[in-house]
């Protein structure tokens, strides 16, 4: 489990592209500290584990099922990353439960200054905007945030000056892809309740 607050912005230093799969080699400085092999480590809000811990940096594994739900696939040498140990149980909770299991993917289409805010509009698909609520939560690249306003299209969050310095957010351009992760709890409620997206009916039919 993640908190959503960075710890550090990481950046990729190699990345080994097998069949399906591929090994990441981060390089770090804080998520580091207490670090052990076997420990997770968000890296743009994707919990991945360390496979090998280097002078600088960590190496770690990737799956084929956290390429395609993910923006981890798009990584190459020298891009930046958002980093953030496992919490502990003595870290304050300061952003929200993040699991670091990515719900699946949005696009950033606006950006939009406010004072000393910066609004950002990202679009998504609609199986993912039904746990989306204003003033709730969202993971937005391994990043905490309070959702400002939602559609049917898309949502946006304001960003403050301390967030845009200690993350990568503001330096995605228009049309960027980020790892979108819903608050888990609405899911749970949906599963509870035995309620079923709209988008699984419309497969049920087709099928």
């Known amino acids: 489990m993640f908190t959503g607050i960075i710890e550090e912005i990481g950046k990729v230093k190699q990345v080994k592209r097998g069949e399906a799969s591929s090994v990441l080699t981060i390089e770090a400085d804080t998520v580091l500290e207490g ?6 480590i968000s890296v743009n809000g994707v919990c991945l584990t360390v496979t090998q811990l280097l002078a600088g940096g960590f ?3 990737v799956m084929a099922e956290t390429l395609d739900r993910s923006n981890i696939g798009e990584l190459e040498t020298g891009h930046e990353a958002n980093l953030e140990r496992a919490m502990n149980l003595q870290k304050r909770l300061g952003g929200h439960i993040v699991s670091g299991h990515i719900d699946g993917t949005g696009v ?3 950006y939009k200054e406010d004072d000393n805010a910066v609004w950002v509009t990202v679009a998504t698909d609609s199986n993912l905007l039904r746990y989306i609520i204003e003033k709730g939560s969202i993971a937005i690249d391994g ?3 309070t959702v400002a ?3 049917e299209h898309s949502f946006a969050v304001a960003i ?3 967030t845009a310095e200690q993350t990568t957010l503001l330096k995605k351009k228009v049309g960027d892809t980020v790892n979108l992760e819903c608050d888990m709890i609405g899911k749970y409620v949906e599963k509870l309740l035995g309620l079923v997206p709209q988008s699984v009916k419309k497969d049920a039919q087709k099928a």
């Open 143 to 145: 990043i905490s945030l």
């Open 59 to 61: 190496e770690a594994d």
């Open 160 to 162: 403050i000056p301390h």
């Open 108 to 110: 950033i289409k606006k």
């Open 149 to 151: 306003a939602v559609d």
């Open 35 to 40: 670090t052990a092999i076997g420990d997770s």
